[in-house]
Nanobody
Framework: QGQLVESGGGLVQAGDSLRLSCAAS??????VGWFRQAPGKEREFVAT????????YYADSVKGRFTISRDNAENTAYLQMNNLKPEDTAVYFC??????????????????WGQGTQVTVSS
C-alpha cells in the first residue's frame, strides 16, 4: 500500500514563500496533486502533476504563484508557493493515484491522501 507524508508548512507573512514536500512510499504514483482546506470551507484543488513531470494543472487562484514539481528518483512531489496571501491559509493535503486522473481537480479520484500540513499566512 502507498503512503504520503507532507512537510514544510508553517506560519509566514504575506508575500513570503514556502515549499511543501510530499514524500511517497510503497508504490509508484502516476498522478500527484495538492488540495487545501480552509476553516469552514470545502476542500479545493490546488495543483496536479503527472509522472512525466511535464504536464501540470493549476487552480486559477494560484496560477503564476505556485509551482508543482516532482522528483521521481526520490519519489517526492513539491509545491513551491510564492507571494503567499492570507487567503492561502489552509491545511494542504497531498493526494495521489496509481492511475492517470483526467478529472484532475476532483478529489474523489485520488486514492491516497497525506495527513495534511498547516500553512498560515498573516497580513
Amino acid at each position: 500500500q502507498g503512503q504520503l507524508v507532507e512537510s514544510g508548512g508553517g506560519l509566514v507573512q504575506a508575500g513570503d514563500s514556502l515549499r511543501l514536500s510530499c514524500a511517497a512510499s510503497g508504490r509508484t504514483f502516476r498522478t500527484v496533486g495538492w488540495f487545501r482546506q480552509a476553516p469552514g470551507k470545502e476542500r479545493e484543488f490546488v495543483a496536479t502533476i503527472y509522472r512525466s513531470g511535464s504536464i501540470t494543472y493549476y487552480a486559477d487562484s494560484v496560477k503564476g504563484r505556485f509551482t508543482i514539481s516532482r522528483d521521481n528518483a526520490e519519489n517526492t512531489a513539491y509545491l513551491q508557493m510564492n507571494n503567499l496571501k492570507p487567503e492561502d491559509t489552509a491545511v494542504y493535503f497531498c493526494a495521489a493515484s496509481g492511475r492517470i486522473i483526467l478529472d484532475w481537480s476532483a478529489s474523489q479520484y485520488y486514492d491516497y491522501w497525506g495527513q495534511g500540513t498547516q500553512v498560515t499566512v498573516s497580513s
